[in-house]
């Protein structure tokens, strides 16, 4: 996906383990999300930011924490991993927030 | 807040059939829609969207999707499918500066 880069792609872990999963653009786009990806369930929103230090909860925050310290760069921390934290993750990218995004290419966390 | 109700988790259809996925949202002023199109293994994909104007919207790829305000619905069409649309779509709706996103409808074409 041009302009948007996640890392890792893949990443396998043990429970209770912090983990950060990284969100790079170069779109100098304001708005950032974190989506979690499950069956059924669609995407639902982890974190947003709509600026530098500029952070706010979604529909689904609890365990998870996020920081934005450069305009390109948005972190999300599993602060103690869960098995029922094994889902894909999605960055997703936005000009105004509200006209459509573009997103990554996602992230597949396994906990185990 | 918004909210958006896809009415079929998935649908099965034939090659050279046509095709509707069922997308309804909950009304609010100034709304935005969206498709996007996820092909296996990999990201979401931005399919048609609809801002303002027409409500009749088209993508590329012979998709359409009508805005109907008076039925809080954002409905997708294709005439005719191809196998190589198999994929997972998902209607999405504006939401305080962020988008909420359907459970997503998978299509299965078979030849």
């Known amino acids: 996906d041009a302009g948007i880069t996640q890392s890792p792609r893949h990443k396998v872990t043990e429970t209770g383990t912090p983990v950060t999963l990284r969100c790079h653009q170069t779109?100098?786009?304001?708005?950032m999300y974190w989506y979690r990806q499950d069956p059924g369930h669609g995407l639902r929103l982890i974190h947003y930011?709509?600026?530098?230090?500029?952070?706010d909860k979604g529909e689904v925050s609890d365990g998870y924490s996020v920081s934005r310290s450069k305009t390109e760069d948005f972190l999300l921390t599993l602060e103690s991993a869960t098995s029922s934290q094994t889902s894909v993750y999605f960055c997703?990218?936005?000009?105004?927030?509200?006209?459509?995004?573009?997103f990554g290419s996602g992230t597949r966390l396994t906990v185990v | 807040a918004q909210s958006v109700t896809q009415l079929d988790s998935q649908v099965p259809v034939f090659e050279e059939a046509p095709v509707e996925l069922r997308c309804n949202y909950s009304s609010s002023v100034s709304v935005y829609l969206f498709w996007y199109v996820q092909y296996p293994n990999q990201g979401l994909q931005l399919l048609l969207k609809?801002?303002?104007?027409?409500?009749l919207v088209e993508s590329i790829n012979g998709f359409e999707a009508e805005f109907n305000k008076s039925q809080t619905s954002f409905h997708l069409r294709k005439p005719s499918v191809h196998i190589s649309d198999t994929a997972e779509y998902f209607c999405a709706v504006n939401g305080g500066n962020k988008l909420v996103f359907g459970a997503g409808t998978i299509l299965r074409v078979k030849s």
């Open positions: 609809y801002l303002s104007g027409s409500t």
């Open positions: 930011s709509y600026g530098v230090k500029d952070t």
């Open positions: 997703a990218i936005s000009i105004t927030g509200d006209y459509g995004y573009t």
């Open positions: 779109e100098n786009h304001r708005y």
